[in-house]
């Protein structure tokens, strides 16, 4: 149990161009999930948190316009990169946690963006 | 908001016992400790959780003393695909979580 998908796995974009990231809980309900990205060899930075039907909360120093949030239902969460540059270019994973604060994060995959 | 602090890196041969700690010296009372797996370019996989004491599941062991300051992941009898990072986290009472740089584990044969 507890398997979170992304898609998709990797994807290569021209600069300027928008990019939708998809994350899924599988076989539960996600009251909230997470988007983190990653850079080589560096540990998992948060980027927001989302909650079912809410507006996303973004972490100090990462621009909600450029990383569009949207957690639609509770298994599905969507994180859009506009007009993404080569700065951009990072690992991307998202976690889902079922109920409370003290439930388990459950991580998906991860996406890797690179933008041309 | 808690940090965490783990050794950067740790080498053992195949077949020990593998002791990672954790500090997390400003962990708060509802805080839970939870370890993490993580292979290179995918998503950290779920290993452990505790609050206290001594839990223990099919693939490692976690210890907690009565202060909560630290913990240690034990893992049994590491083998070469057990060569990852090992992140631990704590868990806010809220959505703050702070992973610290991981442990980088190498298993050499």
């Known amino acids: 149990g507890a398997v979170v998908s992304q898609h998709p796995s990797w994807v290569i974009c021209k600069s300027g161009t928008s990019v939708k990231i998809e994350c899924r809980s599988l076989?539960?309900?996600?009251?909230?999930m997470f988007w983190y990205r990653q850079f080589p060899k560096q540990s998992l930075m948060l980027m927001a948190t989302?909650?079912?039907?809410?507006?996303?909360?973004?972490e100090q120093g990462v621009e909600k316009d450029k990383f569009l949030i949207n957690h639609a239902s509770l298994t599905l969460s969507t994180l859009t990169v506009t007009s993404a540059h080569p700065e951009d270019s990072s690992f991307y994973i998202c976690?889902?946690?079922?109920?409370?604060?003290?439930?388990?994060?459950?991580f998906g995959p991860g996406t890797r963006l690179t933008v041309l | 908001l808690a940090k965490t602090t783990q050794p950067i890196s740790m080498d053992s041969y195949e077949g020990q016992e593998v002791n990672i700690t954790c500090s997390h010296n400003?962990?708060?009372?509802?805080?839970?400790i939870t370890w993490y797996q993580q292979f290179p370019s995918q998503g950290p996989r779920f290993i452990i959780q505790?609050?206290?004491t001594k839990v223990t599941n099919e693939v490692a062991s976690l210890f907690i003393p009565a202060d909560r300051k630290s913990s240690t992941l034990s893992l049994p009898r590491v083998s070469l695909s057990d060569t990852a990072v090992y992140y631990c986290l704590v868990s806010y009472t809220g959505n703050q979580f702070y992973f610290g740089t991981g442990t980088s584990l190498t298993v050499i044969p």
């Open positions: 989302s909650n079912e039907g809410s507006k996303a909360t973004y």
């Open positions: 976690s889902a946690r079922e109920g409370s604060s003290t439930d388990t994060q459950y």
């Open positions: 505790g609050y206290k």
């Open positions: 400003n962990i708060a009372t509802n805080d839970y």
């Open positions: 076989d539960f309900q996600a009251t909230t």
